[in-house]
């Protein structure tokens, strides 16, 4: 086994979001300083050293790997302490605490196919369990070789050297990628070609297509085409079964779909290694604005009526008073609409001219200098908080403040009470747990014609004697909590974030038991000895799982 990392990428954080040399400027220190001192209440409270790989006892592989791969696993501890977990909340703050039981004996770095079915039938006669691992990214426990006590070991199987674009129908528009690339290597490769997925989760500089199309994940485009789903063409996944894979065509309606049962897996079924991907030429005419509302129930129905009108912007994103506040938007005050048109073939301004006359039938007023020049100030604010705000959340987190999201998606007809109530009883959730008060803030990500997602954030100082144990104890109690309200008032555990452990119990009150017995029926025929990911969506038939990581406590 290597006594190097095997990974060929550059050399990102083992214990939080970015790269090892990404760093905070002193404007954005200074930020997080201020935002820190005025969610504690009080100054004085800056984070300890980060966490290094020379801080961790791990404990040592129970398995060797299979002699004729030994060359593409690593033991690394850079290693197995980068696929110990995901990205989310409790994962970072484990990492501060230098808290990992459950680390990846091996890490595997499969080359093609045939290695990926070899670990699969090794692992299936040892009883390992194999974690699939893209960029991971995940937020809610999807990642975490936490499996209970009924495997021998425990393997991550990182997708990473199926990064290429192989083949490209420019006639058609698509292209067969390999499910290990990252988005940004996604789109150089594409560029040259005049060609764009244009699918940008927040995650999209360390997530990639594979994990994309698992997870359903959903990126740039507000309305119509919101998640991965929509330019998934065809797929090819290795089972422990053998190799599943959908043919090629823009659409059929030949009973239930392949694809269906791949997207949204979460690797419980199998190895997406590459699928068929609808593209787009690149956008040349781009509009945008942002419009103020007197309060935000004008703005939803703004929103409303703009994604009912068949206009179908390519951004649509609303964020209440909480949230302007929260990121610096605008006036810091009035609920906010960022909405924008592009096109590769042609003009959008008569489309922007247009939604303009339906937010200001609702109330809205656009600041004319920025009517006339196309731009939108309040959009660029909340885009860089957006990209940069997972760094500051890991620097908040160094301290013990929970900073944490939930997101959904709801009917319009339920919309005005469902965020008056969720704001309201997740504010009393976090007051209840941590004594203390919060502001819940809400945005819309996307929006249908039937409904918006709404997404919801907080932050709190979790304990006030900076204890970290604490803190995540507290942080599952705000958890299941959000998790009831959402899923108890008719929303979804999830529209784009995944179940993976976190979720398991909302995704349980929300899908039919005899679906979820179809699903493991699925998982029996095609992982029999249930090694893939076990715990995620369900358990694998004769083995009980149950609620394992972080939601565990």
């Known amino acids: 086994m290597n006594a190097l990392t095997l990974s060929k990428h550059r050399p990102r954080k083992f214990w939080g979001w970015g790269y090892d040399d990404d760093q905070l400027t002193s404007a954005e220190h200074m930020a997080v300083a201020a ?9 004085g409270l800056t984070p300890g050293a980060p966490p290094k790989t020379s801080h961790f006892d791990l404990r040592r592989p129970r398995i060797e ?7 593409s696993f690593s033991t690394t501890p850079h290693d197995r302490l980068s696929h110990a977990y995901g990205r989310s909340f409790p994962d970072i703050l484990r990492m501060w605490m230098r808290d990992v039981p459950n680390p990846p004996d091996l890490v595997a770095f499969p080359e093609n196919e045939e290695h990926i079915a070899t670990i ?55 292209a067969r990628i390999g499910a290990g ?3 940004p290597a996604l789109e150089d490769q594409l560029r040259p070609r005049g060609l764009t997925l244009r699918h940008y989760p927040q995650s999209f500089q360390f997530s990639t297509l594979g994990g994309w199309i698992v997870t359903r994940s959903g990126g740039h485009y507000a309305t119509v085409k919101t998640h991965i789903d929509d330019f998934v063409e065809s797929t090819r996944m290795v089972t422990p079964s053998g190799i599943m894979e959908s043919r090629r065509l823009p659409g059929s309606g030949a009973g239930p779909a392949p694809d269906r049962l791949v997207m949204g897996s979460e690797g419980i079924l199998g190895i997406v290694t590459e699928a068929w991907i609808r593209l ?10 942002s419009i103020r509302f007197p309060d935000v129930f004008a703005a939803a129905r703004a929103v409303r009526a703009l994604s009912q009108s068949g206009l179908d912007p390519t951004n649509c994103r609303l964020l209440d008073q909480d949230e302007v506040a929260f990121n610096n938007v605008g006036d810091r005050e009035s609920p906010t609409l960022i909405v924008a048109f592009e096109s590769a073939d042609h003009d959008v301004s008569a489309w922007m001219a247009r939604a303009l006359e339906l937010a200001r039938d609702h109330g809205g007023s656009v600041d004319s200098n920025e009517e006339k020049s196309g731009g939108s100030d309040a959009a660029s604010a909340w885009r860089n908080a957006f990209i940069r705000m997972p760094l500051w959340r890991d620097s908040m987190i160094g301290v013990g403040i929970i900073m944490d999201t939930f997101e959904t998606a709801i009917t319009w007809d339920k919309f005005d009470d469902f965020y008056k109530q969720v704001k309201h009883e997740a504010a009393a959730a976090v007051r209840k747990v941590t004594g203390r008060d919060t502001t819940v803030s809400c945005r819309f990500t996307h ?14 100082l979790g304990s006030d004697s900076g204890d970290f144990k604490t803190v995540l104890a507290r942080w ?6 959000c998790n009831e309200i959402v899923t108890r008032l008719g929303g979804t555990i999830t529209h784009h974030h995944a179940v993976g452990r976190d979720h398991r119990d909302g995704y349980e009150a929300e899908t039919p038991a005899l679906f979820r017995a179809a699903l493991a029926a699925a998982k029996q025929r095609l992982d029999p000895a249930g090694i893939l990911n076990p715990g995620v969506l369900i358990d694998p038939i004769g083995r009980k799982i149950g609620q394992t990581g972080a939601m565990a406590g």
């Open 35 to 43: 935002r820190t001192r005025q969610v504690a209440g009080r100054d």
């Open 280 to 289: 787009q030429d690149r956008p040349k005419f781009r509009a945008g604005a």
């Open 65 to 71: 790997p299979p002699a004729a791969l030994a060359s």
């Open 181 to 183: 690339i990252y988005g």
């Open 476 to 481: 599952v109690e705000i958890k299941r909590a």
């Open 447 to 460: 929006v249908y014609p039937d409904g918006p997602a709404p997404y919801f954030t907080y932050a709190v």
């Open 120 to 174: 699969l039938d090794w692992a299936g006669r040892n009883n390992v369990a194999v974690i699939p691992f893209g960029g991971g990214s995940s937020v809610v426990g999807g990642v975490e070789p936490a499996v209970g006590d009924g495997y021998s070991a425990a393997i991550a199987l990182d997708l990473e050297r199926f990064d290429k674009v192989h083949e490209i129908d420019r006639s058609s528009r698509a």
